[in-house]
Nanobody, 120 residues
């Protein structure tokens, strides 16, 4: 009932920047948290950044990545600067909140993922 659509991935050289977007749509009453995860080949999915009333970052991206949110658009962004080859991964958006059904239900939804490749 709640769909997440990511965009903004691609190929970038080391030191470059990308901005990911994730828009939530569907039967949404409210969104409590939004987050970005990533999964590199052969590795487990890991949390990159999350945002509620505050933000939280993985140590590996602190100072380089910034997560932000537009509540009016139900959209979360991830600004990625000073990208490194080790940032190469599929990036997934996640959102949790309440649906607009009666009664409301908790949802925990994932996007389909967007590829980020950092290479010269």
């Amino acid at each position: 009932q709640v769909q997440l659509v990511e965009s903004g991935g691609g190929l970038v050289q080391p030191g470059g920047s990308l901005r990911l977007s994730c828009a939530a749509s569907g039967s949404i009453l409210s969104i409590s948290s939004m987050a970005w995860f990533r999964q590199a080949p052969g590795k487990q999915r890991e949390l990159v950044a999350s945002i509620t009333s505050s933000t939280n970052y993985a140590d590996s991206v602190k100072g380089r990545f910034t997560i932000s949110r537009d509540n009016a658009k139900n959209t979360v962004y991830l600004q990625m600067n000073s990208l490194k080859p080790e940032d190469t991964a599929v990036y997934y958006c996640n959102a949790g909140g309440a649906t607009s059904s009666s009664p409301p239900k908790w949802f925990d939804s994932w996007g389909q993922g967007t590829q980020v490749t950092v290479s010269s």
